[in-house]
């Protein structure tokens, strides 16, 4: 394990504090824990869908992808449908590159794998939540994610290479935090987040792979940008407990 997470750590400017781990093994905590970790396993798939709807893929693949995702998106929202039919869905459509894309096969290719793993993984947090015998409930986002795009760039491509940047961040950060706090949790949950470690390690990795690609040129000067930005989000006070939150404020 620690030849999969010692990337991630060189990459991230700060380890996840020792008193969020505090507040996050804490069983009162649990139900939150769980549903937060849900909602970003959706976040993480509509994100990745964005990226290839908006760049790359042709009309009908758009809306293929659209109709994939929607089940979910009713679960979780607007609380519409039975969570066990969820598995059975398949995107079936072969994705096809749009006339004119400047992005290739490739972030097609990355991101439906990685749609694909993020729904199975929303799937199985539900599994997880039905066996504490946690009622699925809807719960605000955390300031994280919103708090790491606002400084994306409004030209393309740059545009693009910075939400790619933000989502190795977003995936590197997951993949440590299940690792530091699998250790102090039941033996199925921890089980569960160390299963987790390799695709999230690979997603962190895809994304960066593609931001490089794309950019055609050194991003390091960027890459270290949101290193400082991710970490002052993890380090600073945040009162609000999720998934990705900040020090937890005294």
């Excluded at 569960?192 to 390091?220: P, W």
């Amino acid at each position: 394990m620690e030849n999969l997470l010692a990337p991630i750590k060189a990459f991230l400017k700060c380890d996840t504090p020792d008193e969020w781990v505090t507040e996050a093994v804490k069983k009162e905590n649990l139900a939150v824990l769980l549903t937060d970790h849900l909602i970003c396993e959706l976040k993480a798939a509509q994100s990745a869908m964005f990226l290839i709807r908006r760049y790359a893929v042709d009309a009908d693949s758009a809306k293929a992808l659209l109709d994939w995702l929607k089940p979910y998106e009713d679960f979780a929202y607007r609380q519409i449908g039975d969570w066990r039919e969820l598995e059975k869905l398949k995107l079936d459509k072969s994705m096809l590159v749009k006339s004119g894309s400047r992005y290739g096969q490739d972030l097609v290719d990355k991101m439906v794998m990685l749609i694909r793993e993020e729904l199975h993984h929303f799937y199985q947090v539900l599994e997880m939540m039905h066996n504490y015998d946690i009622e699925y409930d809807k719960i605000e986002s955390s300031r994280y994610a919103k708090g790491l795009l606002r400084h994306v760039k409004t030209h393309e491509p740059d545009a693009l290479i910075d939400k790619l940047i933000c989502g190795a961040y977003i995936e590197a950060r997951s993949c440590e935090r299940f690792a530091k706090i699998a250790p102090f949790l039941d033996k199925p949950l921890e089980d569960f987040y160390i299963s987790l470690l390799r695709s999230e390690a690979r997603h962190y990795q895809d994304y960066l792979t593609l931001a490089e690609e794309i950019a055609g040129h050194d991003i390091s000067a960027r890459i270290v940008f949101f290193a400082q930005v991710e970490a002052d989000l993890i380090l600073q006070p945040d009162s609000d407990f999720k998934f990705h939150s900040g020090t937890p404020a005294l």
